[in-house]
């Protein structure tokens, strides 16, 4: 399974950003899908996460601001970033949970300023 991330970059805070990700694996053989993140120095975290039936889950920091959603037809998932704070800076993981294992991808750089 492979997974491509698109949308990083550099953002004044407060401002907003749109991540997706695409998975070369199938809806119906996904379970779920999600983001991590890794800031320099620190472990890495679950930003959000949404399951093939739309459940979705999201670490404290960004409830309320991020959004995740899924678009099944095409296998990718979508990470709505608002009101972003210096604090999200970090790289951002896609991963996917599905019938043969879990996968990451490469890895996208959002950096927020101050």
């Known amino acids: 399974v492979q997974l491509q991330a698109f949308g990083g970059g550099l953002v004044q805070a407060g401002g907003s950003l749109r991540l997706s990700c695409a998975s070369s694996?199938?809806?119906?053989?996904?379970?779920?899908m999600g983001w991590h993140r890794q800031a320099p120095g620190k472990q890495r975290d679950l930003v959000a996460m949404i399951s093939n039936v739309g459940t979705t889950n999201y670490g404290d920091s960004v409830k309320g601001r991020f959004t995740i959603s899924r678009d099944n037809a095409n296998n990718t998932v979508y990470l709505q970033m608002n009101s972003l704070k210096p604090e999200d800076t970090a790289v951002y993981f896609c991963?996917?949970?599905?019938?043969?294992?879990?996968?990451w991808g490469q890895g996208t750089l959002v950096t927020v300023s101050s």
């Open positions: 991963y996917a949970w599905t019938k043969t294992g879990n996968y």
């Open positions: 694996e199938s809806h119906s053989s996904t379970y779920i």
